[in-house]
Structures are given as structure tokens and as C-alpha cells.
């Protein structure tokens, strides 16, 4: 049975896409952490444990991953990138990559800010535009 990030990868349920390739998926955080938060998915793989993955897999993976940061840092002003892989909600391999100023705003258990649908599409299209140039 396909998860939900299986799903919103073939484009059978709507998301903030920021950057894609044949093999992995990125998209914004529906409930993000801080503006920009983006999930990093392999499009094929359903395990939902990142050291399931086959060596070449999962070392593409984080390549894709540091391309999608470049490109999220340069579209969203932050200190940092930070990176989690918790893995706990979607029963699928994700990283989270969430725009820092401080550490404090890597918490999960923190009141979530809220965005517009329209405050969304605009930063998925300033990442992808960043990610495009790389």
C-alpha cells in the first residue's frame, strides 16, 4: 500500500514542490517548523527507516538532500539548514530540512507558525528557482 508521500510524489495529492529529480522528491512541510521546511523523500522506496536503505540509495539521497539545502538557504535567509530524520509520522524515509536562526527552532513539540496558501506556493517557487540554478 502506498503512503502519503508515495502519493504526493506521482502528483496524486497536491504539494508545495521544491525540487524533484527521477529518484527523489522534496517538498514543503504542511506543518512546518519555520518557513521553508521541507521534506526530502526517495519517490520509490517506502521503507520507513533511512538505514534500511541500500548504501548507493541512501548516499544519493543525502546528495539530493544537500542540494535541496543550498537552495532552500539562498531562497529563505537562515543561519543554518538544520537536518532531522525522525521518521516517526509517515511510514516512509524523509529528512527534514528546516531553516535555523536559532537552535531552538529545530523543536518539534513547539507551537507550529501558519502560512497561507499563497506565503507557501511563493517559497516552494523560491526554492525551486535556487535549486534550478544549481
Same mark, same amino acid.
Given at each position: ?7 504526493? %510524489? ?17 517538498? !514543503? ?30 548516499? *544519493? !539521497? ?8 543550498? %537552495? !532552500? ?6 543561519? *543554518? ?46 526554492? !525551486? %528557482? ?5
Amino acid at each position: 500500500m502506498a503512503t502519503i508521500f508515495t502519493k504526493i %510524489a506521482a502528483g496524486e495529492i497536491p504539494s508545495y514542490k521544491v525540487a524533484e529529480n527521477e529518484e527523489f522528491y522534496a517538498f !514543503l512541510d504542511i506543518s512546518p517548523l519555520a518557513k521553508g521546511h521541507t521534506l526530502v523523500i526517495p519517490r520509490k522506496v517506502e521503507d520507513d527507516y533511512l538505514f534500511h536503505l541500500d548504501e548507493a540509495l541512501y548516499g *544519493r !539521497l543525502w546528495a539530493f538532500a544537500r542540494k535541496v539545502a543550498v %537552495a !532552500l538557504k539562498a531562497a529563505v535567509p537562515c543561519q *543554518r539548514v538544520g537536518v532531522a530524520v525522525l521518521g516517526m509520522e509517515v511510514p516512509h524515509t524523509h529528512i527534514h530540512l528546516v531553516p535555523l536562526q536559532t537552535e531552538g527552532d529545530m523543536d518539534f513539540r513547539k507551537k507550529r507558525p501558519e502560512f497561507t496558501p499563497e506565503q507557501m506556493k511563493e517559497t516552494a517557487a523560491a526554492i !525551486l %528557482a535556487e535549486y534550478e540554478k544549481l
